[in-house]
């Protein structure tokens, strides 16, 4: 007699006592990843972003989102990826953290899913430190892994996350 015992992370506070969690799925360098939908303020296209000197390096620059200046993070720097190739168009999600907006400069904006909470698991061992560090765990779909990622760490701008 077999047992299968799958061992489940803990929920983020954000998805705990939820039957179901609803997610904005986005992509960055090919990998789909999702935040918790209620972390989102805006999503947007293209933004222009003024470069501020001295700044860490996954700090692409700051934007003006109706008057307010928005911080905006490179999540390719943040998770240790490639550039984006020049002239790529980069979308922003933007998420609020200790009453100051940032925008996470990601590749694409998909769409809003709702998953069920029971399926949630904690990152694989196999999933690449930079990303272990900012994962709140995975779901597994059928066409791949969607990595979700805790916003208050990506947002955490020091070198442990």
Same mark, same amino acid.
């Given at each position: /007699?077999?047992?299968? #015992? @799958?061992?489940?992370?803990? *929920?983020?506070?954000?998805?705990?006592?939820?039957?179901?969690? /609803?997610?904005?799925? #986005? @992509?960055?360098?090919?990998? *789909?990843?999702?935040?918790?939908?209620?972390?989102?303020?805006?999503?947007?296209?293209?933004?222009?972003?003024?470069?501020?000197p001295l700044a860490p390096p996954e700090v692409a620059g700051s934007l003006n989102l109706r008057g307010r200046i928005v911080t905006a993070i490179d999540l390719r720097r943040r998770l240790r990826l490639p550039p984006a190739p020049p002239g790529t168009p980069r979308m922003s999600v933007v998420a609020e953290q200790g009453g100051e907006l940032y925008a996470l400069l990601v590749d694409q904006v998909s769409e809003v899913m709702t998953l069920r909470a029971a399926q949630f698991e904690r990152a694989p061992p196999t999933l690449p430190q930079a990303w272990a560090a900012f994962a709140g765990g995975v779901y597994r779909l059928k066409t791949g892994l969607l990595v979700v990622l805790d916003v208050a760490r990506l947002l955490a701008l020091t070198p442990e996350g």
């Amino acid at each position: /007699m077999t047992t299968d #015992l @799958t061992i489940r992370a803990p *929920l983020p506070p954000e998805l705990r006592g939820e039957a179901e969690t /609803m997610l904005v799925t #986005l @992509t960055v360098a090919g990998q *789909l990843c999702g935040v918790p939908v209620l972390s989102v303020r805006d999503v947007l296209g293209e933004q222009v972003i003024t470069r501020i000197p001295l700044a860490p390096p996954e700090v692409a620059g700051s934007l003006n989102l109706r008057g307010r200046i928005v911080t905006a993070i490179d999540l390719r720097r943040r998770l240790r990826l490639p550039p984006a190739p020049p002239g790529t168009p980069r979308m922003s999600v933007v998420a609020e953290q200790g009453g100051e907006l940032y925008a996470l400069l990601v590749d694409q904006v998909s769409e809003v899913m709702t998953l069920r909470a029971a399926q949630f698991e904690r990152a694989p061992p196999t999933l690449p430190q930079a990303w272990a560090a900012f994962a709140g765990g995975v779901y597994r779909l059928k066409t791949g892994l969607l990595v979700v990622l805790d916003v208050a760490r990506l947002l955490a701008l020091t070198p442990e996350g």
